[in-house]
């Protein structure tokens, strides 16, 4: 059963996001897995992200920074029916790592590890370099 919260869902297809992708220069591999994708409002995306701040549980190897991104990307998409977040392997000062980026008519990196405290920042701020993208 999907639980949706009541946000502003606007419509894109995997070819518009694609472009919307390929127009950052991101030169990396994406996987796109849905046909059809929503977003919302920035505004929206600061209440969706609030929702599904997840606990600090990290467990190194067990359950780490792509843990919490696949969680985020899942949950997201469970409560709120937006599947326009992505899962993200990459490389931050802080070495390879995993985290998100989110569209809302613009790309963001959202960071949901707790104990990083970055929350969510335009992407190319911070030193968060994509390398893979599932979306």
Not at 9 to 26: D, T, Y
Request: charge should be negative.
């Amino acid at each position: 059963m999907c639980l949706k919260a009541a946000v502003a869902r606007l419509e894109l297809s995997s070819v518009q996001l694609m472009s919307l992708i390929s127009a950052q220069g991101w030169k990396v591999p994406m996987y796109l897995l849905d046909t059809q994708y929503w977003y919302t409002t920035p505004e929206n995306w600061a209440t969706v992200l609030n929702s599904v701040l997840l606990s600090d549980v990290y467990q190194a190897e067990l359950y780490d920074c792509e843990d919490y991104a696949l969680e985020a990307m899942v949950m997201v998409s469970k409560k709120h029916g937006l599947n326009t977040i992505g899962m993200v392997i990459g490389n931050t000062p802080q070495g390879r790592h995993g985290f998100n980026v989110f569209y809302d008519g613009t790309w963001w990196v959202y960071e949901p590890q707790p104990d990083y405290g970055l929350g969510y920042f335009p992407l190319g701020e911070n030193g968060y370099v994509p390398e893979l993208i599932l979306i």
